[in-house]
């Protein structure tokens, strides 16, 4: 039923709440395949004292910063490693619910679990969700995650 799953993950320990019921779905349902996914924005080029931005400069945060993400994913698949299930990750360069439900749809998953903050109200309208822009712009299901400690509002 669920053979592949898509895991994103943004770097924060909320994010990592998903965690213990990513184990339990390859335990119970023998899962497959995982993809871990991170999702990083692009820099925007901008001006200082009326000086232009330098190129080089820019393109090697860009790769640093996939870097980063590349390794924390590496970190957190050591801690997972299951046999029968293959593990895989992917660091992505995009708007984060975009660039998820691109994915999503090109790469045959079955399920979405996503962490979410659990925000509502004007903080949501605010901030934004990309647990929630996820949720409304899947055509596969979706568990969404409440991270533990997170005050519950409308």
């Known amino acids: 039923m669920y053979n592949k799953i898509l895991v994103p993950l943004d770097g924060s320990e909320l ?4 965690l213990p019921h990513v184990e339990t779905f390859i335990k119970r349902y023998h899962v497959s395949e995982v993809v871990f996914l991170r999702a990083i924005d692009l820099l925007h080029p ?5 000086s232009y931005f330098n190129v080089a400069d820019l393109e090697k945060s860009e790769s640093d910063r996939k870097t980063s993400a590349q390794e924390y994913l590496d970190q957190i698949i ?6 029968g299930t293959t593990l895989r990750s992917e660091v992505l360069v995009g708007r984060a619910a975009e660039t998820l439900i691109d994915y999503v749809e090109k790469n045959d998953i079955d399920l979405i679990l996503i962490a979410t ?8 309208w605010v901030m934004g969700s990309v647990a929630d822009k996820v949720l409304r712009s899947s055509n596969i299901p979706v568990l969404m995650v409440r991270a533990p400690g997170i005050e519950i509002g409308i």
């Open 15 to 18: 994010a990592e709440c998903v």
């Open 78 to 83: 050591k801690q997972l490693e299951h046999d």
């Open 117 to 124: 903050h659990g925000r509502s109200g004007l903080s949501r």
């Open 46 to 50: 901008y001006f200082h004292n009326e």
